[in-house]
């Protein structure tokens, strides 16, 4: 990778946020031209790299020491030594996703996390250097609370909506990831809403506006740090950079996508918007939004055609009852509740690929 100009949009976008790579290939990510900040994950990558031929002895090994123990213990010291591969490859964490298979069960979602927790110990990861992610569901967040409590830090993933952006919030994640996309887009191009300027005009950047609005009033109101929203989902290099125009944290980028922002010539004469250098705090200190985006604050082009105008409140307990009044709003948020739906769905895929993989590979043993 590498542009042939002073400065490619991957450089320039380095300076706004934090970029990370949503891969896991520790090959890819020694030849990156930045040093990404942290690496993502999920169950589509993870079992990606469980079936690539350089982990295949790993794999026998892991099999051979746990087989005792279950697919679900050999699969979670894999992921977290697929990780250490790249913990010096990158400035911040690694980062895995408990089951979604389990993400309406609080109980099996902690015992996850806690056995990620153990193995990252195992593997000599301090808690600094690594972030568990959790599906933003009632149930799971609620798990999520527990772990932040505990000092594991959390980041709420499959994230579409306000409310459960202030749910991750009342659970003390570390990080949100919204996904700018669906998981459907990806693969079918007639739901990716493909604009010119995707900051302006995309469906989901008023959401993110709002979200990134309410998480500055909460920090002002109640002086607690606030999750740091870590955007996701891209399907173009024009996309990842309106996520530094919209004052995302940071953004965490497909291989396909970090190819194209590594070869494009930086023009700031052609960008549709100015990005703003990192702030110190995110928060306490934000940049100010640009005024092209103001009319986002009473706007949502994703909500259904019966809303009434008024945002998710921060004075709702999303946590309550196991997540009930979580559960409540994405039932009314046909948006959220399809999307969420649908993106566990395509990771319980990658879940149960994996599955037969470390089952595959105990019967090997």
């Known amino acids: 990778m590498g542009g042939t100009g002073t400065q490619t949009w991957l450089e320039k976008l380095d300076e706004q946020l934090n970029v990370d790579v949503d891969w896991m290939d520790p090959e890819y990510i020694k030849a990156m031209p930045i040093k990404p900040h942290d690496q993502t994950s999920n169950q589509l990558l993870v079992d990606i790299q469980l079936g690539h031929e350089s982990n295949a002895d790993l794999l026998a090994q892991t099999a051979r020491e746990l087989k005792d123990q279950g697919w679900l213990a050999i699969y979670t010291r894999m992921a977290v030594l697929m990780c250490k591969k790249n913990i010096d490859l990158i400035r911040g964490r690694v980062l895995l996703q408990t089951l979604p298979s389990k993400a309406y069960d609080t109980q099996a979602t902690l015992d996850h996390a806690r056995l990620y927790d153990q193995e990252f110990a195992r593997a000599g990861i301090g808690r600094d250097r690594y972030c568990i992610k959790i599906p933003a569901t009632g149930p799971a967040l609620n798990a999520a609370k ?21 749910a991750c919030s009342q659970a003390g994640m570390l990080y949100i990831s919204p996904y700018f996309n669906e998981t459907r887009a990806h693969s079918d191009h007639k739901l990716w809403p493909n604009v010119k300027d995707p900051a302006l005009e995309h469906p989901m950047s008023p959401r993110l506006y709002q979200i990134l609005r309410t998480y500055e009033r909460l920090y002002q109101e109640t002086g607690k740090e606030q999750p740091l929203l870590k955007n996701a989902s891209f399907l173009s290099p024009q996309e990842a950079m309106a996520a530094g125009e919209l004052g995302c944290h940071s953004a965490t980028i497909p291989y396909t996508v970090l190819d194209q922002l590594a070869q494009l010539e930086y023009d700031p004469a052609a ?18 939004a640009p005024k092209r985006f103001d009319n986002f604050a009473t706007t949502d082009p994703l909500a259904s055609k019966t809303w009434d105008g008024k945002l998710a409140s921060i004075d709702v307990d999303y946590l309550v009852d196991g997540g009930a009044e979580l559960t409540k709003a994405i039932e009314a948020d046909p948006v959220s509740k399809e999307r969420l739906a649908i993106a566990l769905e395509l990771f319980i895929n990658g879940e149960l690929r994996s599955k037969d993989k470390v089952e595959a590979a105990m019967k090997g043993v």
């Open 146 to 166: 527990v772990l932040s409590e505990q000092g594991i830090a959390t980041l709420g993933t499959a994230v579409f909506s306000l409310a459960q952006a202030i």
């Open 271 to 288: 960008q549709p918007g100015k990005g703003q250098p990192k702030p110190v705090h995110v928060y306490k200190s934000p940049v100010p």
